[in-house]
């Protein structure tokens, strides 16, 4: 894939003229106001089914899921995976949505990414049948909103070797305790992954990491109102605080403390979702800021000439397209690698977010 398909494109202006519709004329509402993003994501979800697509992608899975345990609880062979869409429908009709958001509100797309991206990924990826289907496609549609909670107050890039949040055994039950900052969506999260370290009076350096499912209004579970930040408001950003929270077993993602490499590689994980999708975020910002200044080049007069015909300037303008053009090629390496059912390495998602 080098370019966009005809229909890709198509998508693209219905895209934009949606957001010209529901988002610019309340922008300011949205980044400088104290309504929160969530309704008019969701109103464009239904008007381009993205919300219908998600639910049947889901299910397919989970079909596909059961089946798997089906035969190996009988000792047989696994069925073969069912191939995915050969042209990238699916994936180009994530990333459009979020390259033409990034142009007015990137906001809005860290709120929708943590969401049904990280949360719902995180269920996903290690998460039962059971809680799959108990939270996930809401999260997928965004009729609920979710929350992937791991930074805290005192942490910085090591946020496992500082994390302070605990998890501890008490009967049939795991009680919660710890504070989490700067979490997308969490003043207004209804669904909540947990991240924290089982504390079984050892070492907290060689603690497992465990996640946990919560829900909006669980006794002792206290969600701050959004923090004012210097930006990106249309992304809400919280604090979150547990005291005493008592979950069960069954809000434990995989239902189980047998974690691979002590629960950090199914965070890592998630990161590499989060990470690939920056992506295609930066290339709305890059095609906008691009527009933007190609504009002003033909409009700004000095010395009786539109700055544009100075080389310094079309230099500055021809390096912006190389940028718009490497990131664009990343995007569409995303699409064609969804298509043929493959995902990135933690390297090559890494390299995406650079």
Known sequence: MYQWSDEQEMVRGAVRQFIDKEIRPNIEEFEHGDTPP??????????????????????????????????????????????RDGDGGASSLTLIPIIELCKVCPGMVTAMGVSMGLTSAAIRSKGTIAQKERWVPEL???????????????????????????????????????????????????????????????????????????????????????????GMHSSPTGELFLDDVRVGIDRLIGETEDVAKGGREGAKATFMQERSGVAAMALGIIEECLALSIDYAKNRVQFGSPIGDFQLIQDKLARMEVARLNVENLVFRTIEMSAAGKTMTLAEASAMKL
């Open 38 to 83: 969530y309704e008019v994501l969701r109103k464009m979800f239904r008007e381009f089914g993205m919300d219908v697509a998600a639910r049947a992608r889901f299910e397919k899975q989970i079909e596909f899921d059961k089946a798997v345990a089906e035969a190996q609880a009988k000792g047989e062979a696994p069925p073969e995976k069912p191939k």
């Open 140 to 230: 997928l549609t965004m009729e609920k909103v979710g929350a992937w909670a791991i930074t805290e107050p005192n942490s910085g890039s090591d946020a496992f070797g500082s994390m302070k949040s605990t998890a501890r055994k008490d009967g049939d039950e795991y009680v919660l305790n710890g504070s989490k900052t700067f979490i997308t969506n969490g003043p207004y999260a209804d669904t909540i992954v947990f991240i924290c370290k089982l504390d079984e009076g050892n070492d907290p350096k060689d603690r497992k990491i465990l996640s946990f499912v919560l829900d909006k209004g669980t006794p002792g579970l206290e969600q701050s109102k959004p923090l004012r930040k210097m």
